[in-house]
C-alpha cells in the first residue's frame, strides 16, 4: 500500500477529513493529514475563506511543504476542495508523486505533469467553486500535458459531497467516490 497526504479544505481539520483518512488507512495506507492553519475548524465557508485570508496562502504552503518533508517521494499528493489545489500546488516540487487525488476541486498545473502522471478528480456537476468551462479546459491542458486523467462528476450533488457535516452531503455519491479513489491507490 502506498503514503498519502491529505490537504484539508477551506473549513480546515474538521472530522470528515480525518473519517477519510481512517478509511483510507483501514486499506492498508499509510496517511498524513497535516493542519494547514494552526487553527480550530470553522463552521461555514465563509469563515473558513476568513480564516485563509488571515492566515495566508504562503503560510498554509509552506505548512504543506513542512508535512510532505519526511515522506517518500511517491506520495500520492490528495487534498479536499482548497486541499485540492494545496496538493496540486506541490506537484511542482514532487514530481515522483505516485498520484493526484483531487475531491471537490481542480489541482496542478499541466506544466508540472510528467508524462503518465496518474490523477483522479471527484467534482459535483455542476460545481460552484469550479465552472464546467474552466473544469473542460484544465481537463484538456492536463491531457495534453501527458497525465493520465480520470475525472469523475457527480450530477446533482452539492460541492463537499463527501462531508456528511455539510449540506452539500450527497451518500450515493460519496460511497462512488470513495469506492473509485480506493482503486485509483497504489496497491503496493
Keep these: 500500500m502506498g503514503h498519502v497526504v491529505l490537504f484539508h479544505s477551506v473549513y480546515g481539520l474538521r472530522p470528515a477529513v480525518l473519517t477519510a483518512a481512517d478509511r483510507l488507512r ?3 495506507h499509510q496517511v498524513a493529514v ?5 487553527q480550530p475548524p ?3 465557508v465563509e469563515e473558513g475563506f476568513a480564516l485563509l485570508d488571515r492566515i495566508g496562502q504562503r503560510a498554509v504552503l509552506d505548512r504543506a511543504r513542512a508535512a510532505l518533508d519526511p ?3 511517491d506520495t500520492v499528493l ?3 476542495s482548497m486541499g485540492a489545489g494545496v496538493a496540486g500546488a ?3 516540487e514532487r514530481p515522483d508523486t505516485a498520484g493526484l487525488l483531487l475531491l471537490h476541486g481542480t489541482g496542478g498545473s499541466p506544466a508540472a505533469v510528467r508524462p503518465g502522471l496518474r490523477v483522479q478528480m471527484h467534482l459535483a456537476d455542476p460545481d460552484a467553486y469550479d465552472p464546467p468551462e474552466e473544469v473542460d479546459q484544465w ?3 492536463m491531457t495534453a500535458a501527458g ?3 480520470m475525472v469523475h462528476r457527480y450530477p446533482g450533488a452539492g460541492h463537499l459531497f463527501t462531508d456528511p457535516t455539510v449540506p452539500d452531503h450527497d451518500p450515493t455519491a460519496a460511497d462512488l467516490t470513495w469506492e473509485r479513489a480506493l482503486a485509483f491507490l497504489p496497491q503496493n
Design 26 to 28: 483501514a486499506a492498508g
Design 34 to 38: 497535516p493542519d494547514l492553519y494552526g
Design 42 to 44: 470553522v463552521d461555514t
Design 71 to 73: 515522506l517518500p517521494p
Design 78 to 80: 490528495a487534498g479536499f
Design 90 to 92: 506541490m506537484l511542482a
Design 139 to 141: 481537463q484538456r491542458a
Design 147 to 149: 497525465a493520465d486523467l
